[in-house]
């Protein structure tokens, strides 16, 4: 007869693995949230440059250029010769000139490329192509 020191364990005790377990993650959460710290940013800060333009001049200088090879500035109908002469007086006044180009549907690719041909010229770097939103 066998006495009760001799059965066989078939089950095993995971207890002292789980409190294990749950201790390990504990200080993993633990030791990451305390190395995470905040990002450097290096805000701009305002110049008195900025406060000096002209309040004439408009910051953000549209061209538009319509199916007949019409260029506007601004809503003001110029010349080839105008438009480089106002983009250049606004250059001069800034240092980063914002300009963005909107041709017409049937515009000559050309003129929209001696416009860009010009601000590439006049270094103003900032230049956005305005387009139509795709219809659904």
Known sequence: MASADDKNFDDINVTPMVDLYLVLLLIFIIMTTASVQGMKADLPRASKSAAKLNPNTPKLQAIVIDNGGKIK???EDVTFAQLETKLAAARAASAEVPAVVRGD???????????LTLLGRLKITKIGLATKPPEK
């Not at 549907?105 to 416009?115: E, H």
């Open 105 to 115: 549907r049937q515009t000559q690719y050309q003129t929209i490329m001696d416009v």
């Open 73 to 75: 500035l601004n809503n």
